[in-house]
């Protein structure tokens, strides 16, 4: 049987889950960290495992682990792996949730909206990346993951805004606010979206918020443009 006959597939966004083909896979946490750093990393050395980690172990102690995790991943979830000497990874035939969703927002960046918003939004607010795991190495990516959501809601707004599809503008605009309440550019695409439907007393109310949390969080006033904006609909 080869790599991509097994049928895994990977969960990382809302929650951890492994699973093969409709069976639900239970591993421990310590095993779902090796997993998880492989899925997120690629093929790694067992020396920059065990430094990711278990960076505050002795080597000697974290190279235990590592082979621990390793043997009991292997007995348990026969195919996952690919244990190729110094080097791991994951089998190519795991299907990784967090990976396909970047390839969308790559897809979203190089060619703009294509099928169904409604859906595309729904699926970025619903890909927080493992809630409630609070390594170094996931924090990081955690906020890798924030930002290319934010790139792809920014998108999503600029274009529906085009297109005149105001709705969902407000929605991606809303979106992104929720992750960065100060991002700026969303809140000048939100004004625009409620301009644009003649609501320009909901337009003033998301600038006037945005104002004084400005204030209230940084010290700073909106920029130029954004008074610029506002100033319009006097």
């Known amino acids: ?12 966004l809302q929650s951890w889950q492994l699973r093969r083909d409709a069976d639900v896979l239970h591993v421990a ?29 002795p080597e000697s102690r974290a190279l235990e682990s590592l082979r621990v995790a390793l043997h009991l991943i292997c007995r348990q979830v026969p195919g996952l792996l690919v244990n190729n000497g110094p080097m791991l990874s994951l089998s190519e035939g795991v299907d990784v949730d967090l990976h396909r969703l970047r390839d969308q927002i790559r897809e ?10 409604s859906s595309c939004l729904q699926q970025l607010r619903n890909s927080e990346l493992l809630p409630g795991w609070y390594d170094d190495w996931v924090l990081f990516e955690q906020s890798r993951l924030q ?9 999503i707004a600029r274009e529906s805004l085009v297109r005149r599809d105001y ?11 929720e992750v960065e309440p100060l991002y700026e550019s969303a ?7 409620e301009r644009q439907r003649g609501n320009n007393a909901a337009a003033l109310r998301a600038f ?17 443009a954004m008074r610029q904006l506002v100033s319009e609909m006097s």
């Open 29 to 57: 946490v310590r095993q779902q960290r090796l997993i998880t750093a492989l899925a997120i990393n690629g093929p790694r050395t067992r020396s920059y495992l065990v430094g990711l980690l278990w960076p505050e172990t």
């Open 147 to 155: 930002q290319d959501r934010l790139h792809a809601y920014h998108i």
């Open 108 to 117: 979203l960046s190089r060619a703009g909206l294509n099928g169904n918003v």
């Open 187 to 193: 809140v000048g695409l939100l004004i625009e979206a």
């Open 208 to 224: 006037y918020k945005y104002e004084t949390k400005l204030k209230a969080d940084m010290g700073l006033v909106p920029s130029g």
């Open 167 to 177: 709705e969902s503008a407000l929605e991606a605009a809303e979106a992104a606010l």
């Open 1 to 12: 049987m080869g790599n991509g006959d097994y049928g895994f597939e990977l969960r990382l």
